[in-house]
């Protein structure tokens, strides 16, 4: 067998296509897996974003409501990105499932000073919390590490230290694995 650094590189690579391994549960003996094969036993993975702008409107102030945004969902796997909400559908048991969970907001037309914090659901992440001054434009960056099991869902919140209403012009969430 010649050095697999002199193998041709494939330039389209498929789910199909076969990759050598190890079978740890095989008495270690070497065996052919898909590409595919590998993608499957994933945790998972998504991207959401929404770049179409939305208002928060604050009915009183220092209460946290969910942040309006509408997510258009990029690349996923057993993740999906809905209207205010990321939701786990993979089925892989809570002790081996741990995800950052990143939000990246952007917003205008504070007229007060906000603070977002990350909800999994529906119970707020203290350790999230992240505060910003008023100005005219704020982008802000959450993140946390997470369990998740099926179902599971996490938002983003934000108070305003006074009513009124601030609008969210994008919002970038992104899920992945680190287990």
């Known amino acids: 067998m010649a050095k697999i650094s002199t193998y041709p590189i494939d330039s389209s690579v498929s789910l199909a296509d076969y990759v050598i391994g190890t079978d740890a549960e095989d008495s270690n003996i070497t065996k052919n897996y898909t590409v595919g094969s590998l993608f499957a036993i994933s945790s998972g993975h998504v991207n959401g974003y929404s770049t179409t702008p939305t208002t928060t409107t604050f009915a009183a102030a220092d209460t946290y409501v969910v942040l309006a945004n509408v997510y258009t969902e990029g690349s996923a796997s057993k993740w999906t990105a809905a209207t205010n909400r990321l939701t786990y559908t993979g089925t892989t048991p809570a002790t081996t499932n741990a995800f950052l969970?990143?939000?990246?907001?952007?917003?205008?037309?504070?007229?007060?000073?906000?603070?977002?914090l990350i909800y999994k659901n529906g119970v707020a992440l203290a350790d999230t919390q992240q505060g910003t001054a008023t100005t005219e434009n704020n982008n802000i960056?959450?993140?946390?590490?997470?369990?998740?099991?099926?179902?599971?869902?996490?938002?983003?919140?934000v108070k305003s230290s006074a009513i009124g209403s601030v609008v969210c012009n994008s919002i970038n969430a992104t899920v992945v694995a680190v287990r």
Do not use: E, G, M
């Open 141 to 157: 960056s959450i993140q946390t590490i997470q369990n998740a099991t099926t179902s599971d869902y996490f938002q983003v919140f």
């Open 101 to 116: 969970i990143t939000f990246v907001v952007s917003t205008r037309d504070a007229l007060s000073d906000l603070t977002f």
